[in-house]
């Protein structure tokens, strides 16, 4: 099993310190993982694509369930209102 660690956080030059997700496919399907569980699941076979979450506030980890964090706050007119459907 090949090894590699999966970045919670950007760290390329003029792009730091954002929040990342990973989109793996493999022969299971695609999944949507956060870093830990991207690092965990890796086993050199899957095709990984990473991305920055900027503002979806409704992303979450298909394995841990975690919320993906968002780079940006949340607005304060959320569409996601159901405390008051
Ligand atoms: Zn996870």
Same mark, same amino acid.
């Given at each position: ?9 950007s760290n ?13 496919e =493999? #022969? ?5 993982m956060? =870093? $830990?569980?991207?690092t965990e699941?890796?086993?050199?076979e *899957?095709?990984i694509?990473?991305d ?11 394995v841990c #369930?975690d919320?993906i *964090?968002?780079?940006?706050?949340? $607005?304060?007119? =959320?569409e996601?209102d #159901?405390?008051?459907a």
């Amino acid at each position: 099993m090949e090894q590699r660690t999966f970045q919670k956080y950007s760290n390329d030059f003029n792009f730091v310190g954002y929040p990342l997700y990973y989109v793996v496919e =493999s #022969s299971y399907g695609t999944q949507l993982m956060c =870093s $830990d569980c991207c690092t965990e699941e890796y086993t050199g076979e *899957e095709t990984i694509k990473v991305d920055a979450n900027y503002d979806d506030h409704q992303l979450h980890c298909h394995v841990c #369930s975690d919320k993906i *964090e968002a780079a940006y706050e949340e $607005d304060d007119e =959320s569409e996601e209102d #159901s405390e008051y459907a």
